[in-house]
Structures are given as structure tokens and as C-alpha cells.
């Protein structure tokens, strides 16, 4: 089992910055891969990136690239996702998620544990 909870959302303008952190606890192997997802209303969850707590290798996807920055803290067992210049279209909730090897850093179907979310709202 594996317990993650999230935390940082919140509304800022157009070009700002937040970190959202997520803290996980549980099955190490069973959160060797952590991920971000996130969802607006009306679409899809999709992927943002992830990070392989093994070796801290990253991922992320184009839209996000030169912008987010995800990071590991094993003392604390919490990772980060600092988003800086914020766009109106990063708008959604944001989700931690995990899940053992190997790494899907876009499957949705592929992680079984997930945060209860939080919310980021950019506004133009």
C-alpha cells in the first residue's frame, strides 16, 4: 500500500509560480515511480511528468518542458513540482500518483495509487 497526499495549490496570475508538493509513505517498490497528472473540467487526465525515485531521473511532457521542474526530497519522501511561468491553460487539479517499475509516465491506467489532488487556477 501506498498513501500519498498532495499540497501547494492555489490561484495565481498569468506567469507566476507555485511547487505542489506530494508526500508519500507506504511500499518504496511500489512507488518507485511517482507521476503527475492533471485534469480541467471537461477533459482527460493527462500526464505531466514524473520522476524515478531510484536514481532521480525525470520526465515531462512537451507542453510543460522549460517551465515545471519536478524534484525528490528522501528525507522526506516527498517530491515536488514547481511550475513557474504559469499559463491560463495549466488550470486543473493536479494529481500525485505511483506506482512500481517500470515507469508509464502518461498511462493513467497504469498507477494504482493516487492523491486526493489539489487545485491550481491561472488566471489570465
Known amino acids: 500500500q501506498v498513501q500519498l497526499v498532495e499540497s501547494g495549490g492555489g490561484s495565481v496570475q498569468a506567469g507566476g509560480s507555485l511547487r505542489l508538493s506530494c508526500a508519500a509513505s507506504?511500499?518504496?517498490?511500489?512507488?518507485?515511480?511517482l507521476a503527475w497528472f492533471r485534469q480541467a473540467p471537461g477533459k482527460e487526465r493527462e500526464g505531466v511528468g514524473g520522476?524515478?525515485?531510484?536514481?532521480?531521473?525525470?520526465y515531462y511532457t512537451d507542453s510543460v518542458k522549460g517551465r515545471f521542474t519536478i524534484s525528490q526530497d528522501n528525507a522526506k519522501n516527498t517530491v515536488y513540482l514547481q511550475m513557474n511561468n504559469l499559463k491560463p491553460e495549466d488550470t486543473a487539479m493536479y494529481y500525485c500518483?505511483?506506482?512500481?517499475?517500470?515507469?508509464?509516465?502518461?498511462?493513467?491506467?497504469?498507477?494504482?495509487?493516487w492523491g486526493q489532488g489539489t487545485q491550481v487556477t491561472v488566471s489570465s
Open positions: 507506504g511500499s518504496t517498490y511500489s512507488r518507485r515511480c
Open positions: 520522476i524515478y525515485t531510484g536514481d532521480g531521473g525525470t
Open positions: 500518483a505511483a506506482s512500481g517499475v517500470p515507469c508509464s509516465w502518461l498511462q493513467v491506467t497504469r498507477y494504482k495509487y
